[in-house]
């Protein structure tokens, strides 16, 4: 079974944090926050399109799937804010419940939820 780690690339508003590129912060997102990295990205949202986080929030999001990624042993560091546990192994159908719970906020929700129908599209999940 396919690892399918599912991570958002945050545009910060700084400058000098990713050069503004979605793709370059997913990639780095992935190895900070799951210790993965390279595999076969797809981007979940139109070419172009960013989200925004909320209404209070000025980052924007643009998520991607990620399939067949490789573990990192020593990835980038996290963010001094930040405070991650890796879960790996969470079948999409428990994900799918999580999410009718109320167990991720809106933006996990949103990654997860394109995450899935990428998935159906390509025929990993019913």
């Not at 190895?31 to 949202?45: A, D, F, K, V």
């Not at 990620?66 to 079948?91: F, K, Q, S, Y």
């Amino acid at each position: 079974m396919h690892q399918k780690p599912i991570t958002p690339g945050i545009i910060e508003t700084c400058p000098n944090k990713h050069d503004s590129d979605p793709f370059i912060a997913a990639r780095h997102e992935l190895e900070e926050e799951c210790h993965l990295s390279g595999g076969t990205w797809h981007r979940l949202t139109e070419e172009g399109c960013t989200v925004a986080m909320d209404k209070y929030n000025a980052s924007m999001i643009t998520a991607y799937l990620v399939l067949d990624a490789n573990h990192v042993d020593d990835p980038r560091p996290l963010d001094e804010e930040e405070d991650i546990e890796i879960v790996r192994g969470v079948p999409a159908e428990d994900i799918l419940d999580m999410v009718r719970r109320g167990e991720f906020n809106i933006v996990g929700s949103f990654g997860a939820l394109l995450a899935i129908e990428k998935l159906r599209e390509l025929g990993e999940f019913p």
